[in-house]
């Protein structure tokens, strides 16, 4: 069974900083690109960043600069830091792998003064 446990998120203020991790079991996490999307409420969900298997990245505009997406493939770990946090990044941040389908549960970040 595959899980995608995320963790790391929170209560920040604006221009604060977090780090983000996803878990993955019961999968070869390696073979697979793994994104972080992120859904404020009222909004559509939101592809954040992605790293494909290789170690490519892609960022979407508006956390361009601010955000970092890394892997660990020996902890089955996917990471996100967050820098220069604004209102608008908060959201439910949840990890997904798009080939077979997988999503986590996601984690609140909050941006907040």
């Known amino acids: 069974q595959v899980q995608l446990v995320e963790s790391g998120g929170g209560l920040v203020q604006p221009g604060g900083s977090l780090r983000l991790s996803c878990v993955a079991s019961?999968?070869?996490?390696?073979?697979?690109?793994i994104d972080w999307f992120r859904q404020a409420p009222g909004k559509q969900r939101e592809l954040v960043a992605t790293?494909?298997?290789?170690?490519?990245?892609i960022y979407a505009e508006s956390v361009k600069g601010r955000f970092t997406i890394s892997r660990d493939n020996a902890k089955n770990t996917l990471y996100l830091q967050m820098k220069n946090l604004k209102p608008d990044d908060t959201a439910v941040y949840c990890c997904?792998?798009?080939?077979?389908?997988?999503w986590g549960q996601g984690t609140q970040v909050t941006v907040s003064s």
């Open positions: 019961g999968i070869t996490f390696g073979l697979y690109s």
């Open positions: 997904h792998i798009p080939g077979p389908g997988y």
């Open positions: 790293v494909m298997s290789g170690g490519a990245t």
